[in-house]
């Protein structure tokens, strides 16, 4: 919002510099900067032009001679094609400066003297867009007898200083020219004074040719109307002109001029309407039906059931607070006119804009909220101006489609508790003073205060909001350095996080790399991990179907690192991620956030070298990770692989659950092959661990043990065995058999193929046996080796080799 000096000193006295201004503006909260207009304009004044003559070598040249308030007239050659005698223009004489570093010099154009040059507004600064149209081709021409000779500057506002505020959405009240008047006028301890608005008595008639329906009243608490009868369309006086195009807004005609003008100056937007070209005598404010027509000036918006919309008969006139149609639009032929003031449901409006591109300034106004108690007193002030500025001959009273009456918020607090917070012991005269500068009735009972907040302010609800008012006025600048008072708060991780920074900790030493990625995956990125089989989450608004599901497991997005970085030479990958996963059952509605550690390895694990040779990844490097990273969890759980063909996108000879106290709690593996061809990624592994079911186990009580004394005594055992029996099984016999003084058991060896029987294989097994308090002796060891022989040929059909 760019706020007007000349303008702001109609409700104010401004005598400070827009620099300082937007300074001070900027310290109470608003950030806010200087704007000065046409600073590089020289030497341009007001000419009328007394002769126009064709050029004699030029059939679009004229030569024309105009006063410019010197003794003689001066010759300038000129090629609008509106150029006429007895015109009053904008002329820019010898020596003149114009935007983008344009000199004007005097010379000839096809032998005839120049001395000057007569100018368009977008010659002198005036955007294009904003100028009235019938100047975008030609000079501009001032509607009334100037003075030749006098400067341009201010007629046309030229040269204004203004305030741009870079409002944040609670201060919406700052979007009219009358609410920047109580911020700014707080600012420097001046109350601004507004004129209420009056029509003419014998103008006002007790008549209604239209009546109006709300069907929607929640959405529209006002909505009010009136007639304007034998009204005269013409041009705006130019002081309105210039300050809506300094506005970026562009003249159209002395009704719509007005429309704009009073949104600018009280932030109430208004509509205006042809009341003879309306279908119907009755307005509806009510939701479109599927396939209604909005016709623009630049073609058709289809409507849907969720657009609120303003309706006479089956005529759709507008889409309600944010764009008109051209069904019923003001020109210069418009005899009766219907004026719209109201207010429409802020998050209505900024889903229908947004929806059909329509963003403007009438819908970034109901967007952040409009004041509904000037709703009236503006609806008044358009019927001022529009019979101030042209001529009508009656004028109605209010027509009613909804009214709300706007009650002011009341707010309890107390001085002392508005000291505290600030660190300030402001006297309570002090503090009401303050909040009576921004117009805030306060009653004062001992320390209470009863503060009354005007309906412009509807961002005020508490007490916060009261210290936050005070502490800006006042000055941040002011407030002096202070320590909170009271009892320190210890930061620091809860345990569950901390669980998951040591696991994170972990993979970084093992020399992964740690990514993050986006939380939204496409369906059928969803699908192809639904281990849990858990419900989709859509979004609602997706921007683009690769991103319209909260992701149900992480490697997903791994899988997308991995092709991306694979597709760029950098085949050797280790990566994770530890982020959350988003899963639902059936008939919840809102997912439950799992906390997730996911990773994928790919290409060389050691690289090629003068001493080692190159070793790809494979199962057994990724479980030794995971084995690290569950073992330091310090769980009180039996972590155990179970081999798996169930997990579709997983290779089906590579892939387990991992299992604590026989619940699944993740998956490792590789990749299916025909997984990996769809998504181009070479051979890799993953794994996937469900951080908050490790959190929930029971943790271990370590004890410290003394070294042992006594030496151990190992045995080795080879053993033949049908190859569906797996490691894991026969570890778990050997220590449920090999008793209390076996300590460890180690595989060293697998073969399968020549010299052993088909489906068999052979495996080779390391025990070590050691009593902690004894020597231990080759009796004792033998007859527990013989149980574990014995027990696995039983239970295994083993031959023991």
């Given at each position: 919002m760019k706020i007007s000096v000349n303008w702001l000193k109609e409700y104010i006295p401004v005598n400070h510099t827009v620099e300082e201004m937007a300074n001070k503006i900027s310290l109470t909260g608003i950030e806010s900067g200087p704007v000065k207009l046409g600073e590089e304009l020289t030497n341009l004044v007001v000419g009328h032009i007394t002769s126009v003559v064709p050029h004699p070598?030029?059939?679009?040249?004229?030569?024309?001679?105009?006063?410019?308030?010197?003794?003689?007239?001066?010759?300038?050659?000129?090629?609008?094609?509106?150029?006429?005698?007895?015109?009053?223009?904008?002329?820019?004489?010898h020596g003149a400066q114009l935007p983008g570093g344009v000199k004007?010099?005097?010379?000839?154009?096809?032998?005839?003297?120049?001395?000057?040059?007569?100018?368009?507004?977008?010659?002198?600064?005036?955007?294009?867009?904003?100028?009235?149209?019938?100047?975008?081709?030609?000079?501009?021409?001032?509607?009334?007898?100037?003075?030749?000779?006098?400067?341009?500057?201010?007629?046309?506002?030229?040269?204004?200083?203004?305030?741009?505020?870079?409002?944040?959405?609670?201060?919406?009240?700052?979007?009219?020219?009358?609410?920047?008047?109580?911020?700014?006028?707080?600012?420097?301890n001046e109350k601004p004074t507004f004129t209420k608005p009056e029509l003419?008595?014998?103008?006002?008639?007790?008549?209604?040719?239209?009546?109006?329906?709300?069907?929607?009243?929640?959405?529209?608490?006002?909505?009010?109307?009136?007639?304007?009868?034998?009204?005269?369309?013409?041009?705006?006086?130019?002081?309105?002109?210039?300050?809506?195009?300094?506005?970026?807004?562009?003249?159209?005609?002395?009704?719509?001029?007005?429309?704009?003008y009073v949104m600018i100056e009280y932030g109430q937007p208004i509509q205006t309407y042809d009341l003879d070209k309306l279908a119907a005598q009755n307005l509806t404010v009510k939701f479109a039906n599927d396939g209604d027509k909005l016709k623009l000036a630049d073609g058709e918006k289809d409507l849907t059931h969720n657009d609120l919309v303003i309706v006479a008969g089956d005529q759709i006139l507008g889409l309600a607070g944010v764009q008109n149609s051209i069904e019923a639009t003001v020109d210069e032929n418009t005899k009766n006119v219907l004026v719209e003031a109201g207010v429409f449901d802020g998050a209505s409006v900024r889903k229908?804009?947004?929806?059909?591109?329509?963003?403007?300034?009438?819908?970034?106004?109901?967007?952040?909220?409009?004041?509904?108690?000037?709703?009236?007193?503006?609806?008044?002030?358009?019927?001022?101006?529009?019979?101030?500025?042209?001529?009508?001959?009656?004028?109605?009273?209010?027509?009613?489609?909804?009214?709300?009456?706007?009650?002011?918020?009341?707010?309890?607090g107390s001085a002392s508790h508005i000291n505290r917070l600030m660190g300030l012991d402001l006297a309570t005269d002090e503090i009401v003073a303050i909040l009576d500068r921004l117009g805030f009735n306060v009653d004062v009972n001992g320390d209470a205060l009863t503060v009354t907040i005007p309906t412009r302010r509807w961002d005020m609800e508490i007490e916060a909001d009261l210290v936050e008012e005070v502490n800006r006025i006042y000055g941040y600048e002011n407030l002096p350095n202070t320590l909170p008072a009271g009892m320190e708060t210890r930061g620091g991780y809860d345990p569950k996080r901390e669980l998951a920074n040591k696991l994170r900790d972990i993979l970084l030493g093992e020399g992964m790399d740690e990514v993050i990625n986006f939380s939204l995956l496409s369906k059928q990125e969803v699908e192809d991990f639904n281990i849990d089989n858990s419900e989709f989450t859509k979004l609602l608004h997706p921007m683009t179907e690769d991103h319209e599901y909260l992701r149900n497991s992480l490697i997903p997005g791994?899988?997308?690192?991995?092709?991306?970085?694979?597709?760029?030479?950098?085949?050797?990958?280790?990566?994770?991620?530890?982020?959350?996963?988003?899963?639902?059952?059936?008939?919840?509605?809102?997912?439950?956030?799992?906390?997730?550690?996911?990773?994928?390895?790919?290409?060389?694990?050691?690289?090629?070298?003068?001493?080692?040779?190159a070793q790809p990844v494979d199962f057994y490097y990724v479980k030794g990770i995971i084995e690290e990273l569950l073992a330091f969890t310090n769980a009180d759980a039996e972590f155990t692989f179970v081999a798996t063909s169930e997990y579709e996108n997983m290779h089906p000879g590579q892939t387990a659950k991992i299992l604590a106290n026989g619940q699944v709690i993740g998956l490792i593996g590789k990749l299916h092959p025909n997984y990996q061809t769809a998504h181009n990624v070479k051979d890799t592994f993953v794994f996937e661990l469900n951080v908050d079911m490790l959190f929930d186990l029971n943790a271990k009580s370590v004890k410290a043990q003394t070294a042992p004394k006594y030496p151990s005594i190992s045995r080795d055992l080879a053993i033949l065995v049908a190859k569906n029996i797996e490691n894991g099984q026969i570890v778990a016999d050997i220590f449920a058999n090999g008793g209390k003084y076996l300590k460890d058991v180690n595989i060293f060896d697998v073969y399968e193929g020549k010299n052993i029987k088909p489906n068999h294989k052979s495996l080779g097994y390391h025990l070590e046996f050691q009593n902690p308090n004894d020597t231990l002796t080759d009796d004792e060891v033998e007859k527990a080796f013989s149980l574990v022989k014995d027990s696995l040929a039983q239970k295994f059909n083993v031959e023991i080799r």
């Open positions: 070598d030029s059939d679009h040249l004229k030569v024309c001679q105009v006063d410019v308030g010197e003794s003689e007239d001066i010759q300038i050659v000129c090629g609008a094609p509106n150029v006429a005698v007895g015109q009053y223009v904008i002329v820019a004489l004007i010099k005097r010379g000839k154009l096809r032998g005839q003297e120049s001395n000057g040059m007569i100018c368009g507004l977008d010659e002198v600064g005036v955007p294009t867009q904003y100028m009235p149209k019938e100047f975008e081709n030609g000079i501009y021409v001032f509607d009334e007898p100037q003075t030749p000779g006098d400067a341009v500057y201010d007629l046309l506002g030229l040269k204004d200083q203004m305030i741009d505020i870079d409002i944040t959405p609670n201060r919406a009240d700052t979007l009219g020219m009358r609410g920047a008047a109580w911020e700014i006028g707080a600012t420097y003419a008595a014998d103008k006002v008639k007790d008549m209604s040719d239209v009546t109006v329906d709300v069907a929607e009243k929640k959405l529209v608490p006002d909505y009010l109307l009136r007639e304007l009868k034998d009204v005269t369309v013409g041009k705006s006086p130019l002081w309105m002109q210039r300050r809506l195009w300094n506005q970026n807004i562009r003249p159209v005609n002395s009704i719509i001029d007005v429309a704009n229908t804009a947004q929806r059909h591109d329509l963003r403007g300034d009438a819908s970034n106004r109901f967007e952040k909220g409009v004041d509904n108690g000037i709703v009236d007193e503006a609806l008044t002030r358009v019927a001022q101006l529009i019979d101030q500025t042209t001529t009508v001959k009656e004028i109605s009273n209010v027509i009613t489609g909804n009214f709300t009456k706007a009650e002011p918020t009341i707010i309890k791994l899988v997308r690192n991995v092709a991306y970085n694979q597709a760029r030479k950098n085949d050797d990958l280790k990566i994770f991620e530890h982020a959350r996963v988003f899963q639902r059952v059936t008939g919840q509605d809102r997912p439950s956030e799992i906390t997730y550690l996911s990773g994928a390895i790919s290409g060389n694990v050691v690289t090629d070298s003068w001493n080692t040779t």
